[in-house]
C-alpha cells in the first residue's frame, strides 16, 4: 500500500520500521499492508493499527516475524504525501501483536498495536526532586533525557509565574515521566504532546497552550454543493460545560482567606467566537489556601480555560475530496453551516484511517462560544 496511489488523487503512503532509528520496509512490507488507523488528540497519547496480509510463505510470516521484527517497542514512522507535501502523521512504537490465522486463503492477518513516543516517558516510575525550578525549567529537564530519540523540546513558559523557593518547599516527582509532565501541564492550564515530524524520525515536545493563534488550516466546506468538501458536520452547545472557578488564597501571618477574582482566559484561549458562553457552573477548588498565590492563581487560570470550550464540532472528510490532511491541534475555518457556527475551530482531535484506494479522517472541533468573529476564513 504504501507508496501506491490511495484513490484517484495524488496520495501516497510511506512506512518506516525499527529497533531504534527507523528505515524504509521492504517492499513486501509495504504491499502486505492492508489498512492503517492513527489517532492524534490534543493533550493526549497518539494511537494506531496497522494491519498486514499474512501471506504463509511471504516474507512476514517466513522471516520478519520471527526475527522480532514487529516485536513491541520497534518504532514505526508514517508519513502521507497529498498533492507532493508529505506529512509525518505518526512517529511510534508497537506495544501489542495480534495474529488472525483463519482458513480462507488471504485472510489471515497480523495486526500491530502501538503509542507514539510518549510511552517511552511512560515506563519507568521515579522519585525526584527539582530545586529551585520553575515548571517549565523542570520540563526543560525531564525532556531532556529523550533528545536521542529525536524529540525537540517546546515549552511555553507559564502565564502566571510561580518563582520557586526552596526554603518554602522543594518540588518532588513520584511516578512517571508523563504523568509529572501532564500533572505540571494541566496544574497551568496546558496540554503536553508529542508533534510527529517535520521529517521522519523527528518530532517535537510541545508543553505549553493549546495554540490557538497562526495561520488557519484549509476550510472546511459544508452544504456548498460542489465546493463542499465535507459529507456532514455536527456541532453542539453544552451550557454546563464552562466553569466558574472559586479559589481562595490564606495569609500565613493573619491566616485571612481572600476570594481570588476570576481569571482573564484569553492568554489561554484566544476567543474563536464572538459571543462567549456563561459559566452556568461554579466549582470550588480545594487545598489552595495552603499553596503560595502564584500556585493559587495559576490554578484557577487553568479550570477556567480549559473548561471554556461549550462548542463542540465532530465530522468526516475524505482527503481526496478535501484536497489536504487535517491536522490536529491547529485551527481550522468551517464554511456553510450558518451564522451561528461557522468561523474558525480549535482541531481537537483527528483519526486517520487509511485503506488502498481510500483515505478516510474523522475528526472533532472545539472552541468556546458561537458567531465567527470574522466574516472570512482561509478558502
Do not use: C
Request: charged content about 25%; aromatic content about 6%; cysteine-free.
Amino acid at each position: 500500500m504504501a507508496d501506491e496511489p490511495i484513490g484517484g488523487g495524488p496520495v501516497h503512503l510511506t512506512l518506516h520500521m525499527g529497533p531504534g532509528l527507523a528505515r524504509p520496509v521492504p517492499a513486501e512490507v509495504t504491499q502486505a499492508l492492508l489498512s492503517a488507523q492513527i489517532t492524534s488528540t490534543a493533550g493526549e497519547r497518539s494511537g494506531f493499527q496497522l494491519a498486514f496480509d499474512l501471506t504463509k510463505r511471504g516474507l512476514i510470516s517466513q522471516r520478519l516475524l520471527p526475527e522480532g521484527f514487529f516485536d513491541p517497542k520497534t518504532r514505526v514512522v508514517v508519513t502521507t504525501t497529498v498533492r507532493g507535501t508529505p506529512s509525518v502523521v505518526l512517529d511510534g512504537l508497537i506495544v501489542r501483536q495480534e495474529v488472525g490465522a483463519s482458513n480462507q486463503p488471504g485472510q489471515t492477518t497480523l495486526t500491530v498495536t502501538g503509542e507514539d513516543l510518549t510511552l517511552l516517558m511512560d515506563l519507568e516510575e521515579r522519585t525526584d526532586r527539582y530545586p529551585n525550578l520553575a515548571p517549565s525549567q523542570r520540563v526543560e529537564r525531564i525532556l531532556a533525557r529523550y533528545a536521542d530519540y529525536g524529540i525537540n523540546p517546546w515549552i511555553i513558559r507559564e502565564q502566571i509565574q510561580q518563582p520557586p523557593r526552596e526554603q518554602l518547599r522543594v518540588d518532588y516527582q513520584t511516578g512517571t515521566d508523563l504523568q509529572y509532565l501532564n500533572e505540571l501541564a494541566r496544574a497551568n492550564g496546558y496540554v503536553f504532546y508529542l508533534d510527529p515530524g517535520p521529517r521522519p524520525g523527528r518530532s517535537t515536545a510541545f508543553w505549553g497552550p493549546e495554540r490557538r493563534i497562526g495561520q488557519r488550516q484549509h476550510a472546511l466546506n459544508v452544504n456548498l454543493d460542489v465546493n463542499s468538501t465535507v459529507d456532514q458536520l455536527t456541532f453542539a452547545y453544552d451550557g454546563t460545560a464552562r466553569e466558574e472557578p472559586q479559589a481562595r488564597v490564606q495569609d500565613p501571618r493573619t491566616r485571612d482567606a481572600t476570594l481570588l477574582p476570576q481569571p482573564d482566559i484569553s492568554p489561554l484561549r484566544p476567543p474563536l467566537g464572538r459571543r462567549a458562553s456563561p459559566a452556568l457552573k461554579r466549582r470550588t477548588l480545594s487545598g489552595t489556601a495552603k499553596k503560595e498565590p502564584g500556585q493559587a492563581e495559576a490554578e484557577a487560570l487553568a479550570r477556567a480555560a480549559t473548561s471554556a470550550d461549550a462548542v463542540s464540532g465532530s465530522g468526516a472528510l475524505d482527503v481526496n475530496r478535501h484536497g489536504y490532511v487535517l491536522r490536529p491541534r491547529e485551527l481550522v475555518g468551517v464554511r456553510g453551516a450558518g451564522v451561528t457556527y461557522d468561523g474558525d475551530y480549535y482541531v481537537k482531535s483527528v483519526t486517520h484511517h487509511l485503506r488502498p484506494g481510500s483515505y478516510q479522517q474523522n475528526f472533532t472541533l472545539s472552541r468556546e462560544g458561537l458567531i465567527a468573529r470574522s466574516g472570512t476564513v482561509r478558502p
